[in-house]
């Protein structure tokens, strides 16, 4: 079949050198994946193929093997796979997309017709984790297939389907990628940069955190030099000794003020907000943490040095043991308990310090860092009795430690609320909606402590409230099983679902049973009647820093997963407010937004970004966004105030040659039904995780504002994040407990 030339595709010297040395890496990996797997025949048949390229899904494991296996015989042979892979990696695009379409033509006869790409596309959805129904796959073959098939024929010819591809730009475009995309490669190693900390960047957003930093260790240097200074007649052990216990005093009796959430939640509403890092609290604990462990065993080993050296002295009347141990030779100010105490306080701290290990705290054993963590008690008592001027340290502190803690407990002790209703959603994630208390204020991205006894009585977990403040009726709660205190919860309700249909049988809207009663409908049935009377305790809120969100002129809000929760309760109150901003003419229907703010919201722009993994968690909120986007559906794509973007994970991505066809079949249903074919919305979903270097420049280019990124996810991505914000002047902001 004759092919015309490469009119409107791109010439094959687009591509980059790296891309050139990324195809040589490559072909050596296929090489010797190949001669490792081949053995003495030197031929591979088709389950070792799929092995040497990672190739799982059937479908394409099969109809690249036919196509490679040139003369039929069943096996490929070294030099047959480097033929074909040297045509991928040095071919033009139109001799690759001649591959893409002999793939696509399973009987090879020349042509496509609609059962070969209705196989195509079903074996992509399955690549890709989509689950659609037939009637679904059906539309986004004929969508495909009507749109490709320009003669009215019957089959797809390649000069149709190559005229096709170039009304995609971006599929175009990866036909000149290397190859390395079009089947899976081993994993890229990460390049070499310039460390985070030698860039003027990372230095000019993190000024607050580097001056606390500073004046930590300079306020340590100051107390260890005065106090080592003050017993430098006693010898050197005993300075050490002396300068660790000083820095010691201010490190354990300060280190709970970053734990104070209601002080901090006050200061997050004042200008020191602007000034100390209140968003690094966590961080800071830790780190005085792993300084009092530090700082405690050089304090330990310089008073075990000057006991050894008293105890070999011939005017001791005490042995080491009794030096170290007991209270006779009157070591401390309280009937000579210094040393004692002292052992007790080690083995308390490092108790404490295992068991706060992310090992233990994320291996679902919270129970274990909760109650080992209650040891700051007794150890506060035996600092007492161990130095004379701990409680003078202490007083401050400790006084709004216990002002803070009484408040917390009255408050979360006072009545206990109702869940009114539960929600089983995809992916193990349990909807609680509870009962409102009157005087409970809070502020979008807000987060409360939950304590439910028929859970664990004494359990106290904190969570994102997913509900906005306007809605004055119930507290949203979303709460994902991951670790001992949330499975229980999810398996609870669960247990009590008899249908084993949590989303449907356990679902009971308010506006729902409103209806009824204002039906007077009475009859309600028992396990109705038993979620809607489930006893808990809740204390907060406490503010995140997602409270700066209104204060931005361009806010990026980033979910992974679960971490849309404090995104639905912000999302919900922007668009409130901005509504409340927006006025239109009755007569001409012209729309303007007041010049005044309302709540002091700055906010011109809005950027949501949410990226799961699976198909099923966007239906965690996907009703929530489905309001948002209806809310604006009259206003011009280029104006409006909240722009949507989903990213799933797991579906392949237009680079990926596997992924071209249904991609393309989704774009084209898409805007024929003015909806993703995955969720349901109008935003479309795209495959595979964000190009983040191409998002932040296209936010950049908008020139909205002052842009300040908001993160809720995982750490990893979070210091990807972080780099990128870095390098584009943005502020980053994440959610922490």
């Known amino acids: 079949m004759s092919v015309p030339g490469d009119a409107g595709l791109p010439p094959e010297g687009c591509r980059g050198i790296m891309s050139a040395e990324e195809d040589a890496k490559w072909l050596q990996w296929v090489t010797h994946q190949f001669e490792t797997i081949a053995g003495e025949d030197g031929e591979i048949n088709l389950q070792e193929f799929k092995r040497a390229l990672n190739v799982k899904e059937s479908f394409f494991a099969e109809r690249f093997f ?77 969508v495909l297939f009507e749109a490709a098939d320009k003669d009215c024929s019957g089959t797809i010819t390649f000069d149709e389907l190559r005229d096709e591809l170039q009304c995609f730009p971006g599929v175009m475009e990866n036909l000149t990628i290397s190859a390395v995309h079009w089947l899976m490669p081993p994993a890229a190693q990460p390049g070499r940069h310039r460390p985070r900390l030698l860039t003027s960047a990372y230095w000019h957003n993190h000024r607050s955190h580097l001056l606390c930093l500073a004046t930590y260790v300079g306020l340590h240097v100051l107390l260890f030099a005065l106090a080592a200074s003050a017993h430098r007649a006693f010898g050197t052990s005993i300075m050490v000794a002396k300068g660790c216990g000083q820095c010691l005093n201010f490190d354990c009796s300060f280190i709970v003020v970053l734990m104070l959430r209601r002080c901090l939640t006050w200061l997050r509403a004042t200008w020191l907000a602007q000034v100390l890092p209140l968003d690094q609290n966590i961080q800071f604990h830790q780190l005085m943490g792993y300084v009092a462990v530090g700082l405690s065993l050089v304090h330990t080993v310089a008073h075990v040095v ?72 007794p150890m506060w008592l035996l600092l007492i009795l ?70 664990a009585h004494y359990e106290w977990h904190p969570f994102t409230i997913s509900s906005a403040p306007e809605q004055k009726d119930t507290i949203w709660l979303h709460i994902r099983s991951q670790g001992q205190w949330t499975n229980r919860l999810y398996e609870s309700f669960k247990k009590s679902d008899p249908m084993g249909d949590g989303c449907k049988s356990l679902s009971r809207s308010l506006k729902m049973r409103r209806s009824q009663r204002k039906a007077q409908v009475s009859e309600v049935s028992s396990e109705n009647h038993q979620f809607c009377n489930i006893k808990c305790y809740i204390d ?29 309760s912000i999302l919900q109150s922007i668009l409130y407010r901005h509504q409340k901003r927006k006025h239109v003419c009755p007569s001409c229907q012209h729309s303007w937004l007041e010049s005044i703010q309302v709540d002091d919201m700055k906010l011109h722009k809005v950027d949501f970004i949410w990226i799961n993994r699976d198909q099923r968690s966007f239906e965690w909120f996907v009703s929530l966004l489905t309001k948002l986007e209806m809310d604006q ?105």
């Open 306 to 377: 000057n006991f050894a050296l008293q105890a070999q002295s011939e005017a001791s009347p005490f042995q080491f043991w009794e030096l170290l141990l007991t209270t006779r030779p009157g070591i401390g100010w309280v009937h000579g308990s210094a040393s004692p105490t002292g052992v007790a306080l080690l083995l308390l701290l490092l108790v404490q310090f295992a068991c706060s290990s992310s090992c233990v705290r994320r291996s679902g054993h919270f129970e274990v860092f909760y109650w080992t963590h209650l040891s700051y008690l």
């Open 66 to 142: 036919a196509l490679f296996d040139l003369d039929g015989s069943g096996t490929i042979t070294l030099q047959e796979l480097q033929e074909a892979l040297t045509l991928l990696i040095h071919g033009s695009p139109t001799d690759k997309l001649k591959f893409l379409f002999q793939v696509y033509d399973i009987d090879g006869n020349g042509c496509i017709d609609v059962d070969e790409l209705r196989t195509v596309l079903q074996s992509c959805l399955h690549e890709s984790a989509i689950s659609l129904p037939q009637e679904k796959l059906d539309q986004l073959t004929l």
């Open 540 to 568: 907060g809120p406490y503010g995140t820093p997602t409270r700066r969100i209104f204060a931005s002129e361009h806010a990026v809000l980033i979910g992974a997963g679960i971490g849309i929760t404090p995104f639905a």
């Open 386 to 455: 161990h130095g004379p001027n701990f409680w003078k340290w202490l007083l401050i502190p400790g006084t709004l430690f216990f002002i803070e803690k009484t408040i917390g407990l009255a408050v979360s002790r006072m009545e206990a609320q109702c869940i009114v209703e539960v929600n089983l959603l995809p992916s193990k994630v349990t909807h609680l909606l509870i009962k409102r208390p009157p005087l409970f204020h809070y502020r979008p991205g807000d987060y409360l402590y939950l304590n439910i006894p028929s859970i």
């Open 633 to 737: 559906a009259k206003e011009p794509q280029e104006g409006r105030f909240l722009e949507l973007h989903m990213y799933m994970t797991s579906a392949l991505g237009k680079n990926d040659m596997k992924a071209i066809g249904l991609q393309m079949a989704l774009d084209l249903l898409a805007k024929k039904e003015k909806k993703d074919s995955i969720t349901g919305l109008q935003t479309r979903t795209q495959p595979g995780r964000p190009d983040w270097n191409k998002v932040f420049q296209k936010v950049a280019a908008e020139k909205k504002g002052k842009v300040q990124v908001f993160f809720c996810g995982s750490p990893a991505l979070a210091k990807v994040l972080k780099g990128h914000c870095e390098q584009f002047s943005f502020k980053f902001f994440q959610e922490n407990f």
